[in-house]
């Protein structure tokens, strides 16, 4: 794995390509099993399943809130009484083709959400200079392991790295849960660390969590010291993981394909 750092530059296509470069999704999968890694983005017959409603909807929300000089650009909104049996779909496609097109009540959503979150003063602040998702390139020092982020924003002037999540419950204590059950404590340190390591300086990272629906409230999150070390103990498992397997070229699946033994929860013995 030859030394390489590229910082704040090329497109979203030229970010998912390289594979030879493992970032937080690769190491979501890492951390289920290194097969799951070699399946999704190893394996030459791999056929990429096409988005689902929530990942357009979630990218609609974040070009809107992050980029949103570019969203009619990227999207458009299907008006209600469109007949998508008659030729005027057909024509509406072709006119708008190369777009995203999404409905007239995702795409309203997806600016009452970006009013919201640019009405909140943390969150303004944050999102007020910088760059939106421009991908960062670099070296592990430890592993060798080349290794790549893609930030949704960074602010330059307070030196923060800034992330945009969409949720139903933007409370502390569900936003703490989702924080250990979506690994966002291993995005924060991996995301700060790899900054570094490209040259980026980072004093912080802040999550702005939005709600889906009405109200659309926001709240900005920062970790705290112990939660990001535990997130930086994790990612560093993975990237061994991920450094063996490249060298051995062994994909395995759960437990290296050992046998394991196996007890039933806690709670399943309860009323014994």
């Given at each position: ?212 629906e009405p109200p659309f409230a ?55």
């Open positions: 794995m030859e030394e390489e750092s590229k910082t704040l530059q090329g497109t979203n296509e030229q970010y998912h390509a390289d594979t030879d470069y493992i970032g937080k999704s690769g190491l979501d999968l890492i951390n289920c099993s290194p097969l799951h890694y070699w399946e999704r983005y190893l394996n030459p017959n791999h056929v990429r399943e096409p988005e689902t409603p929530a990942q357009i909807f979630g990218s609609l929300v974040h070009c809107a809130v992050l980029e949103h000089e570019k969203l009619e650009r990227r999207y458009v909104s299907i008006p209600e009484e469109m007949n998508k049996r008659k030729t005027e779909w057909k024509d509406f496609q072709t006119e708008h083709e190369g777009k995203r097109l999404v409905t007239a009540e995702q795409y309203a959503t997806a600016l009452a959400i970006r009013e919201a979150v640019h009405s909140h003063p943390k969150a303004s602040l944050l999102l007020g200079e910088g760059v939106a998702e421009k991908a960062m390139w670099a070296n592990d020092p430890v592993t060798g392991v080349l290794v790549k982020t893609k930030p949704d924003f960074y602010n330059p002037k307070l030196e923060f790295l800034v992330d945009l999540k969409t949720t139903i419950n933007a409370g502390a204590e569900k936003f703490a849960r989702d924080s250990f059950n979506y690994r966002y404590h291993v995005q924060d340190a991996f995301y700060t660390d790899v900054a570094g390591w490209a040259g980026v300086p980072v004093k912080g990272f802040a999550f702005i969590a939005v709600e889906k926001v709240a900005v999150y920062v970790l705290d010291d112990d939660s990001r070390e535990v997130g930086r103990i994790t990612y560093r498992t993975d990237l061994n993981t991920y450094a063996e397997c490249y060298k051995t070229q062994n994909w395995h699946g759960y437990h290296k394909n050992d046998i394991v033994g196996l007890r039933l929860p806690n709670w399943a013995f309860r009323n014994l």
